[in-house]
Every structure is written in structure tokens, then in C-alpha cells.
């Protein structure tokens, strides 16, 4: 018998049965529709913690500290860092660094009143920050080469002017004033201080030539508020600062760096990164440690949902075996007469297998369209909060978050369908057994 005489057969004994397939069909359509609303809840959750997570900071990136150095441990220095940039999940590697205590920044009149920040320059594009104009330096960068972030601009104020205002400044309509100092265009010089009054030594200031402008980004760490220049021209700088002032230099400290910034290639390589870090005696932090045990709540959260729908679906399954079961009883004399013509065993277990796979499939559709309005709904419903947190975005903790609390992605919605139709076949197995060892006499002879 030809697979889709099969088909067509079986199509036909169902629609002879119009209102129990029906039932049958629908206890399918409505363990499917709980299975697929439950794990969307639950991906709703896991996305909402992601957009968390992502609005906290890069989960990509590590923070190393060395704060307690003594004299004895593993310096942070130069030489380590060229060991941490050949792990093979590490991309980008910066130290972070402050003197700008040894210079002071001008532009004519103005002088700038916020911080230095001396990093590998080159890296930062991998760590991903953002420019408001210009752009961020290549493989190769001028020493004298700085960017300046977005209100860092507004930080040069006229140290000669009293009770002047200084930060960004807004008109009436609430739009930025201009800066006075246009840090792409104006001047600007560094020079370094001496703190003797008395002393007349003459330093020539050096020109520094920013490119570019960053866009402030707090999540980021360094935060991109004051003025990034090249971590090694600071280092000289700092050299030159003691000498002009006399201050003598302790030779026998190890040089070492107190923080320094990691990127890393996969948010799944940051606990294995952390641990290399660790083993050569610095503490590391990241979001690792928040995202984690997130993630294990999230997962346990959609295995409960998850088994909530598994159970309605389940109980479907029973009614499938009952339905198929009552119509082997009910078609006992048309088994036998399919034996008695010929009719391989095969083709009757076939038959029914087909029918029972006929009703989880048909019901997994249904059950997935219902799913999504159900989806709609629920998505309107946390809508309603105002991301106030009411609504039922308040319920399941997403207030003020702006995510939705059901996705249904495609990878979902083909897994329901597989998931029902296997149901179905399933169901089907002992019902199909069942009716192939029926004798074909005692099948001919029963009314």
C-alpha cells in the first residue's frame, strides 16, 4: 500500500470521527500551547536578564587588580601583560593609569580641570568604545595623540575667573552650549607642573593633537569622561615630572600597573581567562560573577515552566492511546478483513501510527498559533505597566526594563511541532501493536 493511500485512508477514518479526533485534537492543541507559552516565558526571562546584564557593563570584559602588590609577588608590569595578551581567548589587553598630576593641559586661556587617563590607545576600538566625532586610533598612534571624552570638553575653565561655571552648559530650550575650547580644532599644549615656586627651570610645552571625541558611556570601565593619551608617554612624562622637581625615584620597586582591562573573545571564556589570571596572583572581577548564577536561576526557571507544559502535554498523550484504542475495538472487523485480503502487518501498524501522528501534528500547529496570540497578550499585557513596573512586567520582575516577557523564537516553534507529532507517534505504539496481533478469523466473525 502506497504511503499516500495511507495517508488518505487515515485522514478518512479520523473525519469519520469528527467530534472524539476532534477532543483528541484538542487536548494536543492545548498541552503544545502550554509547553510553547511556558518556555517563552521562561526565554522572556533569559532576555530580560541579558539586556540587564548588557546595560551593566561589557560581559566580555575583566577587570585585574593589583592593589596589595608587595615586593615579593608577580609584578603587573609590561613584561606580564605580554603574557596575558598570548592566551588565545584575549583580544584586546589596556593597563590603566593616572598622573596628571605631573602636567597640566591648555588651550590659550583655559586650562583643563578634569582627569588623565593613560591607556593602550590601540585597544580601545576592541573594547568597543563609541566616538561623537573623529575617530579612534590604529595599530600605530603618535605619542602625542589624545581623545578627549564628550564632557571632558566642557572641563577647560580660566583658572584667572572667578566663580565660573564649569561641566556642561545648556540653553534655555535645554540644547548644549558650545564648549569654549574646541578640542579638535583649538591649540592645546601640556606642559609639566613644578611645584617649587623658586624653581626657574624653562620646559617647553608639547603639542598634543587630539583626533577625536568619545561618547560617554559610564557602563564602560575606564569611563570615557575626561582625556585618554598613550599609557607609555605618561610613564615618561611621570619621569620627567620627577626630574625637573627633584623627586628622587625608588629603584628598587618593581614597576607594576594597579589595574588593567582584559577583553575577551566570548562571554564563555571569561571564567577560564579569570582563572589563568588568578593562578598568577592577581584578583580579577566581571560580570561572570553576577551572570552566572543568573543564568542557573534562568535555567532552572524554564526547566519548571518548561515541565508545566510537558505534563498538559502528557496528559494529551493518554487521550491519543484512548482514542486509538477505542477505534481498534470499533474497527476489529475491518483489521481482519485487511488480513485476510493480504495486507501486510507493516501497513495496519503503519495506519494507525499515521492517525495518531495525524492528530499531534495537526495539534502542534494549532497549539503553536495559540501560542503566539497567547504570546500578543501577555507582551501587551507587561506593556501596560508604563515600565513603571506594573502590569505583568512588574509580576515577573521586569519592571522598567522594556522587555518582553514571552519570545517565541523559530527554533521553538519547529521543536513544538517535532515535540507533538513524536507525541503522537508515541501515543500510537500500542495501539498499532495491539492491533496487529488481533487474529484475522475471530476479526471476520465479531459484529
Known sequence: MKLTDMIRMCMSNLLKRKIRTALTVAGVVIGTCAIVTMISLGLGIQASMDSMMQGMGDLTVIQVYNYNATPDSTPLDDTMLESIRAIPEVVAVTPIMNESSSFVIKSGKYEYQGSV????????????????????PGAKVDKTTILVGQEAQYYFVNPKKKNQMWGMQYDANGNPLDPDVDVMNDKLELSIRITDPNNNKKVKPVKLNCIGVMTTDWSKNPSPYGIFMDINYMKELKKEYNKINGVKEDKSKKESYENVVIKVDDINHVAQVEDVIKEYGFSTSSMESIRKPLEEQSATIQMILGGLGAISLLVAALGIINTMTMSIYERTREIGVMKVLGCVIGNIRAM???????????????GV???????????????????????????FGFGGMGGQVSVIPAWLVLG??????????ASGLYPANRAVKISALSAIRQE
Not at 352 to 366: H, R, S
Open 352 to 366: 494507525f501510527l499515521i492517525e495518531a501522528a495525524i492528530i499531534g501534528l495537526i495539534g502542534g500547529v494549532i
Open 416 to 425: 513544538a511541532l517535532l515535540f507533538a507529532t513524536v507525541v503522537g507517534l
Open 117 to 136: 587617563m593613560g591607556v593602550d590607545l590601540t585597544a580601545l576600538s576592541a573594547l568597543g568604545y563609541g566616538m561623537e566625532k573623529g575617530e579612534l
Open 369 to 395: 498559533i495559540l501560542s503566539y496570540g497567547a504570546s500578543v497578550l501577555l507582551n501587551s499585557m507587561a506593556s501596560n505597566g508604563g515600565g513603571s513596573g506594573g502590569g505583568l512586567s512588574g509580576i
